[in-house]
C-alpha cells in the first residue's frame, strides 16, 4: 500500500525587498530551490526580445544578437526556425498606421528554410529579429536564443506562424488525442499552431479556450511595441519564475501553496484558476510573523544542504565541487564495515549517496557534465544496480539528463540540460562578534545596545508598537526567565508593546527593529 502513496508537495513562496524565493518540498524535505529578482530585469529562459543582429560567423553557421546584455547572445542557423521568413516579414511591414492583427493573419508562412542553408543567406548586420532566450547566460557565455517562438501554457504551447497543431505522445488514448487535436484546431485563429501537453488530457473546452486567449494576448500585446520602435527591447517575459514552475510542476499531488505576499497570492490564485479551477483553494496566504522559510524549516535545509560538504546516512557524506568546465561529487563513507559485509556496506552508502545526488542536482540545478566518484565496489551485480537506481531515481528531473553506467575506477558521468547557471548559495559566515578580526567585545553588553535602540525608537521617534527580530540564541537569551526576562523589563520600563520574533537565518547577535507595518527601522 505504502508504495501506491503519492508524496506530499509544498511549494513556499518568500516574497522580500529584493527577490522571492520559492521551495518545493516533498514530504517536508526540501528539493527545489528557486530564487527570481525583484529589482530590475535580468535576462531569463523564455522572454521574447527584439534584437539586433550585430556580427555573422559564417564558421559556426550562427550570428552574434544584441539583446541588450553586455554579453552578446548567440542564435544558431538551425535555431532561426522553419518559419523565419513570415516572422522577418512581420517586422519589417509592421507600422503605427497598420492594423496589427488583421496585418499577422494575412502574412503567409512563405518558403520553408533549408535545412542545409546559410545564416548569410538569411542575415545581415543590422537585422532586427524576434528572438527567445533557451539558455541564460552563463559565466563568461552570452545567451542563447531562438527565432521559433513558442509560448508555453500549462495545457497548450502556443506556436505563432506554425500550420500544425501536435499531441503529446504521454496522451495514449486514440479517441482523447482525437477530441483534443479537433477542439483547438476549431479554436485556433489563422497562422498559428500549437502542441497539447499531457496535462490537457480530460480537460473540457472552456479551460483550454480560456488558456489559448490569454497566450495569444500576451503575444499580440508585442505588437504595439515593435510598431512604435524598431529598437532593441524586451517584447515580453515568461509569466514570473513562481508561475512558471507552477505551470511546470502542478499537478494533482499537490497538497499547498503557502505564499508571504498579498499581490504574489492573487497572482497565482488568478493563474491556478486559469489552468486549474479546481485547484484553486491549495493556495494560502501565509500571515505569521515568523519567517515563512523558518517555519517551514526552509532555511534549515538550505543551510545544511549548500555546502561543500553534504552528511548523508551512516555518517557518509558528499563533497562537491564546482568547476568551468563541470561539477565533481565525491563520496566518501563515514563508518566502513570489514571483510564480508564491506561489499554490501559500500552498495548501501553508494545507494545513499546515489539518493542524495539526484536531490542536490535538482536543488542547485547543476547543468553541463557531472562527475560521480562513488566508491569502489567488487561486482559488477552492485555496480549496474547502482546504475539502474541512478536512472531510476532522475526520472522524476524536469531537465533533459542522460546517466551512464560505472566505469571500472568506480566513476560515473551525468549529463543535463544546462539553461541557467548553477545556484550557489555561501553557507558560512563572519564570525558575528568579532568580524572576521579576530578581536571581540563583551557579548554581554548587546542587551545595552539594543536597549539604546529601543529607548530612541520610543523616545525620540514615538513608536511604542515595536518587533524585535533576533537569532534563535539571542531571542532565548532575552527572553529567558518568566518573569524576570530581558524583554519583560523593556516592556515595562518603556511602556511599550514589543514582540520578539527569532530568525534561524540571523546570526548569533544580529538583530533589527521594526514598526507596526512591518517596516524595517535604521
Known amino acids: 500500500m505504502e508504495s501506491n502513496k503519492e508524496s506530499i508537495k509544498d511549494l513556499i513562496v518568500d516574497v522580500n525587498s529584493t527577490e522571492v524565493s520559492i521551495a518545493l518540498m516533498e514530504n517536508h524535505r526540501l528539493i527545489e530551490l528557486n530564487k527570481e529578482s525583484s529589482q530590475g530585469h535580468s535576462y531569463s529562459v523564455g522572454d521574447v526580445y527584439l534584437g539586433k543582429v550585430k556580427k555573422l560567423l559564417p564558421s559556426l553557421n550562427a550570428a552574434f544578437v544584441d539583446i541588450g546584455d553586455e554579453k552578446e547572445a548567440f542564435v544558431h542557423y538551425l535555431d532561426l526556425g522553419l518559419y523565419f521568413q513570415a516572422f522577418d516579414d512581420f517586422v519589417r511591414r509592421i507600422n503605427l498606421n497598420t492594423d496589427y492583427k488583421a496585418m499577422y493573419s494575412h502574412i503567409k508562412p512563405g518558403k520553408i528554410l533549408e535545412k542545409e542553408g546559410r545564416i548569410e543567406n538569411v542575415l545581415t548586420p543590422g537585422q532586427m529579429i524576434i528572438v527567445q532566450i533557451v539558455k541564460e547566460p552563463i559565466s563568461t557565455k552570452g545567451s542563447r536564443l531562438t527565432a521559433e517562438i513558442s509560448l508555453a501554457g500549462r495545457n497548450i504551447v502556443l506556436l505563432p506562424f506554425a500550420e500544425k497543431v501536435s499531441v503529446s505522445q504521454k496522451i495514449s488514448s486514440k479517441e482523447e488525442k482525437k477530441r483534443l487535436e479537433t477542439l483547438v484546431k476549431s479554436i485556433l485563429p489563422k497562422n498559428y499552431g500549437a502542441i497539447i501537453r499531457t496535462a490537457a488530457e480530460g480537460k473540457n473546452a472552456a479551460v483550454l479556450d480560456a488558456e489559448l486567449m490569454s497566450l495569444i494576448d500576451k503575444w499580440e500585446s508585442s505588437f504595439v511595441k515593435i510598431a512604435k520602435s524598431k529598437s532593441i527591447q524586451l517584447l515580453f517575459t515568461e509569466y514570473s519564475k513562481t508561475t ?184 558560512t559566515e563572519v564570525c558575528p562578534v568579532c568580524n572576521g578580526t579576530g578581536k571581540i567585545s563583551s557579548s554581554v553588553v548587546i542587551d545595552e545596545a539594543i536597549e539604546r535602540k529601543l529607548a530612541w525608537y520610543v523616545g525620540e521617534k514615538g513608536i511604542t508598537n515595536l518587533t524585535l527580530k533576533v537569532s534563535p540564541i539571542l531571542g532565548s537569551y532575552l527572553s529567558r526567565g518568566l518573569f524576570t526576562s530581558i524583554l519583560g523589563k523593556w516592556k515595562k520600563k518603556y511602556k511599550c508593546k514589543l514582540e520578539l520574533v527569532e530568525v534561524t537565518d540571523f546570526t548569533v547577535l544580529q538583530n533589527e527593529f521594526y514598526n507596526e507595518k512591518g517596516d524595517k527601522l535604521e
Open 244 to 427: 512558471t514552475i507552477l505551470r511546470d510542476l502542478l499537478n494533482d499531488s499537490f497538497s499547498n501553496i503557502y505564499v508571504n505576499d498579498e499581490k504574489i497570492y492573487d497572482e497565482v490564485r488568478k493563474y491556478i484558476g486559469l489552468i486549474s479551477p479546481e485547484q484553486e483553494k491549495i493556495v494560502k496566504f501565509y500571515k505569521d510573523k515568523t519567517p515563512i522559510f523558518d517555519h517551514f524549516e526552509v532555511t534549515r535545509q538550505i543551510k545544511s544542504s549548500f555546502g561543500k560538504v553534504v552528511p548523508i546516512k551512516q555518517g557518509a557524506y558528499l563533497v562537491i565541487e564546482h568547476t568551468e568546465a563541470l561539477h565533481v561529487i565525491d563520496v566518501n563513507s563515514g563508518t566502513r564495515g570489514k571483510n564480508k559485509e564491506q561489499e554490501q556496506n559500500t552498495f548501501d552508502v553508494n545507494c545513499y549517496a546515489a539518493e542524495e545526488i539526484a536531490r542536490q542536482l535538482r536543488l542547485r540545478d547543476m547543468g553541463g557534465i557531472v562527475i560521480v566518484d562513488f566508491i569502489d565496489m567488487d561486482t559488477v551485480e552492485h555496480r549496474n544496480a547502482l546504475f539502474k537506481k541512478m536512472q531510476e531515481l532522475m526520472e522524476t528531473d524536469r531537465a533533459k539528463h542522460n546517466v551512464l553506467p560505472l566505469t571500472k575506477f568506480g566513476l560515473m558521468q551525468i549529463t543535463r540540460q544546462r539553461v541557467r547557471p548553477a545556484t550557489e548559495i555561501n553557507t
